[in-house]
């Protein structure tokens, strides 16, 4: 490969693996919220198998890459389940959780595996519109596409299931700290649901907004300003669970 086109896809990759890192942080984030009320083992396991299923997934979504462009449903599938749980949760606040504690073990990680599929694809599709444009190399082909962007692709996913990885343990424990922190953590997980309901609205075979609108500064500096004053206003809200 020569130096130019190597220096065009290294740079490509350090955006991508920021890119997987931030779309990381909303998929690490429901997990979190999803196996929290579980006892502490349990949580652990369901952590290890989101990771599990998320690494299946975003691997899969890049062999059928190809396919995933024109099934626009299941990624609205799973927009409507985030804004679903979180809505759920802040209508039923005065439950003191026992909806969440009757949860079991296994429906816990089928709504895991929900999520982590929708995070997939959004994950995937955004790493293939930032690589798309990349001159092709002589490495042949791999999952329908051209093998340097493949590989690019998978580095930048795997950096993104390390950050799933340490973020997912970290949201658990401050929302085990700070309970009330939770509905900051649901408002959260709903704003991310609106983002995937953006990106169905601007899929190909939707296409009802613009696809550069949702990928440009201005939907991003919005979104990723809500993420802040939520986040923000939810930990100066919540006190610390006295020990």
Known sequence: MELSLLLEYGWVLLILILLEGLLSADNALVLAVMAKHLPEDQQKKAINIGLLLAFIFRIGAIFIISFLFHVWQVQAIGAAYLIFIALKHLLKKHDDGKDQKGK????????????????????????????????????????????????????????????????????????????????????LVGWVGVKLVMHTLAHPAVHILSHDFVEGPIWNTIFWSVMLLIALGGWFLSKEKNK
Request: net charge positive; charged share 20%; hydrophobic share 60%.
């Open 104 to 187: 079991s073990y296994r429906m816990t990680i089928a709504q895991i595996s929900l999520a982590d599929i929708a995070f997939a694809i959004d994950s995937i599709l955004a790493a293939v519109a930032l690589v798309i444009d990349l001159p092709d190399t002589k490495m042949g082909e791999i999952g329908g596409m051209d093998g340097a962007k493949f590989i690019v692709i998978i580095i930048g996913a795997i950096a993104g299931l390390i950050v799933i990885r340490f973020a997912a343990g970290f949201f658990v424990k401050i929302l085990t700290k700070r309970p009330k922190l939770e509905t900051a953590a649901m408002l």
